[in-house]
Nanobody, 124 residues
Framework: VQLAESGGGSVQAGGSLRLSCVAS????????MGWFRQRPGSEREAVAQ???????DYESSFKGRFSISRDPAENTLFLQMNGLKPEDSAMYYC???????????????????WGHGTLVNVTS
């Protein structure tokens, strides 16, 4: 399994971005995928997750602003980010694991694959 993110960039506070993650050589039959981010000087943190049944979960600070979705036909994962704040500036990573539960994509110990990341910069 390989993951490739895109869609990052620079946006003003209050704006929106849509991140994409294309999965190739995707051999999982049951899976979870998600987004992590890492801000400068901080540890990686979970943002949102989805599993092969379509169940989703979000860290509380992102509920209502971010939305995770998938296009199974294109093997693509999305993260719609609205109402962006300067503190959302970070490298965003796509992740995947062969487990049918979004919760198992919330902690790094269960993750098997990471993308290389896409950079988001939110200016005030």
């Amino acid at each position: 399994v390989q993951l490739a993110e895109s869609g990052g960039g620079s946006v003003q506070a209050g704006g929106s971005l849509r991140l994409s993650c294309v999965a190739s050589q995707f051999t999982y039959t049951a899976w979870c995928m998600g987004w992590f981010r890492q801000r400068p000087g901080s540890e990686r943190e979970a943002v949102a997750q989805i599993d092969s049944d379509g169940d989703t979960d979000y860290e509380s600070s992102f509920k209502g602003r971010f939305s995770i979705s998938r296009d199974p036909a294109e093997n693509t994962l999305f993260l719609q980010m609205n109402g962006l704040k300067p503190e959302d500036s970070a490298m965003y990573y796509c992740v995947a694991a062969p487990y049918r539960s979004p919760y198992l994509c919330q902690t790094t110990q269960w993750l098997e694959v990471w993308g290389h990341g896409t950079l988001v910069n939110v200016t005030s």
